[in-house]
Nanobody, 116 residues
Framework: QVQVVESGGGLVQAGGSLRLFCVAS????????MGWYRQAPGKQRELVAR???????NYPDSVKGRFTISRDNAKNTVYLQMNSLKPEDTAIYYC??????????WGQGTQVTVSS
């Protein structure tokens, strides 16, 4: 099992920025596909950003142009830079580490609250 720990959440005003961090355990981090998801109260968990082991990324239209995912394999870390935040971005943000050998592992989540 891969251990996944998120951090960086908090309270921010609309239009502001936050940077989330996700550290995943293991010597094979570089071959994991990594993803950020979020879940707002009463809603299903949804994809926010995903980056493959090769560095390709994809985003849903709701965050495209505002959020950027990146990774530092030397630090076993993936980042989510969130700009121009909106109240509807308020949710718990979860990091997923998808190992080709162990399957997906999830962190406990970090709360992001955007005030209007």
């Amino acid at each position: 099992q891969v251990q996944v720990v998120e951090s960086g959440g908090g309270l921010v005003q609309a239009g502001g920025s936050l940077r989330l961090f996700c550290v995943a355990s293991g010597r094979m981090f570089s071959i994991y596909d990594m993803g950020w998801y979020r879940q707002a109260p009463g809603k299903q968990r949804e994809l926010v950003a995903r980056i493959t082991s090769g560095g390709s990324s994809n985003y849903p239209d709701s965050v495209k142009g505002r959020f950027t995912i990146s990774r530092d394999n030397a630090k076993n870390t993936v980042y989510l830079q969130m700009n121009s935040l909106k109240p509807e971005d308020t949710a718990i943000y979860y990091c997923e580490a998808d190992s080709p050998f162990l399957g997906p592992s999830w962190g406990q989540g970090t709360q992001v609250t955007v005030s209007s």
